[in-house]
């Protein structure tokens, strides 16, 4: 083994497959981040395991390359990159910049040569090589001091080649991959190759022949006449087949060995990628005890009395407050200590000094004492849960934080702190770990890192206020986000009530029907394999059964959603696998997930609402997540049957918004076609299918309804032809032909759009009606996919956060009428467009009427807002 290790990394390849591997996921800014989240768990794990001294990621610079002059339709049936993982290319190559990692592409090269030249300039200069791609035109670099590491099943899932191990499993050497691609074709990058020559047939003539020279020179040995004729007709595409698929192993490349030095990375450059991305589950697998990750400026000194009981003339009526925990549910998290800030100095309590203290009791219940906290909901569910009220809530610094930067992921005081320019505080994880090994430091330490955190907050309230009346927020911050959070708080603490033996009975039924279904599909299939096994699956599907071959994959067959959805009605068996994934799905993540977070003394669910996370201003929810029950399948649907009123004689009540956001449209583009649909109470997709199909309203059959709809709400949510396509399962040119004729139909929509994207453009940002920023500073950008990206967030982010506006303006309207007409109900929950209480059942008949006029009037738009609403002993009945 040599002392050095160059590791190698085909990025495209890489991209490709996490991108198809991963559902399509996003952060909060709405950047697509599947394919980067992907890659950097290879790339994570490529670290961890190969440890190497030297490191390149090549990437392809272009679509026209030095093997074009040869063969022009070379790689010429390959799909148009969709822009979803386009727009992920420049992230990658930043991420690769955050772990000092080399990236590099050449001008009519492809990332393959690349990574031959330096392949063949580690093996002279005698390091270990090791290669990590998708495609296995590389293992023809294989060699004693070169492997190449080929994904298999996603990505983490890999096989490593040597020269045994290849003539083990593939039956030839690695200077023989060349002539066996040359004989056999390839298909994703459009290399003829020898029509009707396979991989068997081609490595029993290797095997027999040993080069693709030597069977044309000895082309009268080869057995079989049509074999021989098909080789004899196609020896030109054979060869030139050959000199598409080598390697250039000495392509001019400005860069060497000597450029490729790895010795790690900062800690604080990936973690703060990491968090601006969203990748909070990755932050634990790169550590942090490196000298960077420590805070480089000295501490902000600080003053702090530790108390141990609370004296009456503590509190002044303005008082920053910091309620600490370790964990970041608050529901089940123990408090360790409680700091204020006041003009008389800051003070540490101990959670026990605290909550038995009637002083501090007092003045937490207490509306007229202003307290200024950081995440009000926070700080309100984790005092009362130890039985402590705490009202007059005037500020919180996560909120304020939140609208006045809605794109940066950094809202803790310290973060805050550091970007205003005030005092200097450790971060968190510097003072208590992080995972496993989190825990309370010594008493003193503890005392004073909670100080600096309270004095930052007390200081910083004014700079805060100010920024969001420049900035025409404040209404918005003080009005809407601050009594929400009190408002989920509530609901949150409240919980919603879960019938365990229910979930139980879920759990048995599900078990039985994916029997059932498993023995039906090997009933189908004619003999019994691994369901859950792409690669068992695919033979039986394609070869066995016969199906049309919709896509291969570089280890073979699709058998992805798509691709079944494709062939459903090719033969029943298609549908069967289809409903076991869906219903595997929802065994394993629903009904066993749910299971896990109930309490057992109550049976009840407490989530938490994520009000400081989307840019859009929409809420989510976590820990579980019950904004995200599937019920488009029944068997999802049937989930809600386990969500019951917490009183006897109680029942579920659900209003959800007919939608809101096709009508927040009409008000915000103006269009006449749309506004009249909607205060004529028109059937809006039909109206879009008449117009995108030019036909009458009888002639709207269901398929031209559906059509219609998945194009109303792409237009909405800023899809794609791609992502249409995906959708509606048909071409790319059909997706944009339904587009185009959409904004033809209604020109106020596309001159709302026009208009979007140059307010985005003067402004830098896009605002919703109730002035929610979000900022957008790709919109100029040279990079055709960011400024593209950031094009299609300035038309749909003005909708889809107005939208998540009046819902959390309808919740605080509906809290105080609640209150108002002295009604027992309670909301439990928001779900998207929906809200959902408990009442008993006297008030049902009070509540239709109530809620329906609280949503349908909480604003006032040019088309009205129309409210749906049902009721039932459970959440599923309330449909």
């Known amino acids: 083994m040599a002392d050095k290790k160059l590791v190698l990394i085909d990025g495209n390849s890489i991209a490709y497959r996490a991108f198809f591997a991963l559902p399509l996921l996003n952060n909060d800014k709405g950047v697509y981040t599947n394919a980067v989240y992907g890659f950097t768990t290879m790339l994570l794990k490529i670290l961890e395991e190969e440890k190497p001294t030297h490191m390149l990621v090549a990437f392809d610079a272009g679509k026209t390359t030095f093997r074009h002059e040869t063969y022009k339709e070379y790689k010429g049936g390959r799909q148009k990159t969709p822009p979803e993982l386009s727009e992920q290319f420049p992230v990658l190559k930043e991420l690769l910049d955050a772990f000092s990692i080399k990236h590099y592409q050449l001008n009519e090269y492809e990332a393959d040569d690349i990574i031959g030249t330096l392949a063949k300039q580690g093996e002279k200069d005698g390091l270990d090589v090791t290669v990590i791609s998708g495609d296995k035109d590389l293992l023809q670099l294989v060699s004693d001091t070169t492997k190449v590491t080929l994904t298999k099943k996603g990505i983490t899932n890999v096989e490593a080649y040597d020269p045994a191990f290849m003539l083990e499993k593939m039956e030839v050497r690695p200077d023989q991959i060349i002539d066996l691609k040359a004989l056999m074709g390839d298909s994703s990058d459009n290399i003829p190759g020898v029509p009707g020559v396979g991989e068997k047939t081609a490595v029993k003539l290797l095997k027999q022949f040993d080069t693709?020279?030597?069977?044309?020179?000895?082309?009268?040995?080869?057995?079989?006449?049509?074999?021989k004729e098909k080789l004899s007709n196609h020896k030109e595409d054979a060869f030139m087949s050959k000199k598409l698929v080598t390697i250039e192993t000495a392509s001019p490349i400005e860069v060497g060995l000597k450029d490729l030095d790895y010795d790690g990375y900062q800690h604080k450059n990936v973690s703060s990628l990491f968090k601006d991305l969203g990748f909070q589950s990755l932050l634990g697998r790169i550590g942090g005890d490196d000298a960077d990750a420590q805070v480089e400026s000295a501490l902000t000194e600080v003053e702090v009395e530790k108390l141990d009981a609370v004296p009456d003339d503590l509190f002044t009526g303005k008082e920053a407050v910091v309620v600490e925990m370790l964990e970041d549910n608050y529901h089940s998290a123990?408090?360790?200590?409680?700091?204020?800030?006041?003009?008389n100095g800051n003070f540490h309590l101990p959670i026990e000094v605290a909550k038995d203290s009637e002083a501090f009791s007092v003045w937490a219940a207490d509306a007229s004492m202003e307290k200024w906290v950081f995440d009000a909901k926070k700080t309100y569910v984790a005092l009362l849960r130890h039985g402590v009220e705490l009202n007059g809530i005037e500020f919180d610094l996560l909120l304020a934080s939140y609208l006045i930067n809605p794109s940066d992921n950094h809202h803790d005081i310290p973060a805050i702190s550091h970007r205003m320019g005030e005092a200097d505080i450790q971060y968190d994880e510097e003072v208590y770990g992080k995972g496993a090994k989190m825990k309370a430091p010594e008493a003193e330490i503890?005392?004073?890192?909670?100080?600096?955190?309270?004095?930052?907050?007390?200081?910083?309230?004014?700079?805060?206020?100010?920024?969001?009346?420049?900035?025409?927020?404040?209404?918005?911050?003080?009005?809407?986000?601050?009594?929400?959070?009190?408002?989920?708080?509530?609901?949150?603490?409240?919980?919603?009530?879960?019938?365990v033996e229910r979930l139980e009975e879920m759990r048995k039924e599900l078990k039985t029907r994916l029997e059932e279904i498993e023995a039906q599909v090997y009933e189908a299939a004619g003999e019994k394999f691994n369901l859950n096994s792409p690669k068992q699956l695919g033979p039986i599907l394609f070869e066995k059964l016969e199906l049309p071959v919709i896509k291969k994959t570089k280890t073979g067959y699709s058998t992805s959603a798509d691709v079944l959805e494709q062939l459903e009605n090719e033969h029943p068996i298609i549908s069967k696998i289809l409903m076991y994934r869906q219903l595997g799905k929802l065994q394993s993540t629903y009904i066993e997930g749910l299971l896990k977070v109930v309490k057992n003394d109550t049976n009840k669910i407490h989530t938490r609402f994520n009000q400081a996370l989307t840019q859009t201003g929409r809420l989510s929810s976590t820990d579980p997540n019950l904004q995200n029950i599937p019920i488009r399948l029944e068997e999802g649907r049937k989930i809600r049957q386990a969500f019951i009123p917490s009183e006897k004689d109680w029942i579920i009540f659900a209003s959800d918004y007919s939608q809101i956001e096709l009508r927040v449209l009409a008000h915000m583009a103006q269009d006449e076609k749309l506004i009249q649909a909607f205060n004529s109470g028109d059937d809006i997709h039909t109206q879009t299918a008449m117009e995108v199909f030019n036909v009458e309203a009888d002639e709207v059959d269901a398929n031209m309804r559906r059509q219609a709809k998945a194009v109303n709400f792409g237009i909405v949510y800023g899809i794609s032809d791609y992502g249409l396509s995906q959708s509606l399962g048909i071409t790319r040119k059909e997706a944009q032909q339904f587009i185009d004729r959409y904004l033809?139909?209604?020109?106020?929509?596309?001159?709302?759009?026009?208009?979007?994207?140059?307010?985005?453009?003067q402004k830098g940002f896009v605002t919703t009606l109730m002035n929610r920023r979000r900022y957008l500073p790709d919109i100029t950008s040279r990079n055709f996919n960011k400024r593209g990206f950031a094009e299609r967030t300035a038309m749909n982010t003005p909708i889809q956060g107005s939208a998540a506006d009046i819902i959390k303006k309808a919740m605080i309207d509906l809290h105080a009428r609640l209150k108002e007409e002295e009604l027992e109900a309670v909301m439990l929950l928001q779900v998207h467009d929906e809200l959902i209480l408990e009442?008993?059942?006297?008030?049902?008949?009070?509540?239709?009427?109530?809620?329906a006029d609280v949503m349908e009037h909480t604003v006032e738009l040019d088309v009205p807002l129309k409210v749906d609403s049902s009721f039932g002993d459970t959440w599923y009945e309330a449909k």
């Open 744 to 761: 033809e139909s209604y020109p106020g929509v596309k001159a709302y759009m026009d208009s979007s994207i140059q307010e985005a453009k």
């Open 839 to 851: 009442a008993p059942k006297h008030e049902v008949d009070k509540l239709k009427e109530i809620v």
């Open 446 to 499: 503890l005392a004073k890192h909670l100080a600096r955190k309270s004095a930052a907050l007390y200081k910083l309230k004014e700079n805060m206020e100010e920024q969001l009346k420049q900035n025409d927020q404040f209404n918005l911050y003080h009005d809407l986000e601050l009594p929400l959070a009190l408002i989920l708080g509530g609901m949150e603490h409240t919980g919603v009530h879960v019938d």
């Open 212 to 227: 693709l020279e030597n069977i044309y020179e000895n082309l009268e040995e080869v057995s079989g006449k049509k074999l």
């Open 334 to 343: 123990d408090i360790i200590g409680v700091s204020i800030t006041n003009e």
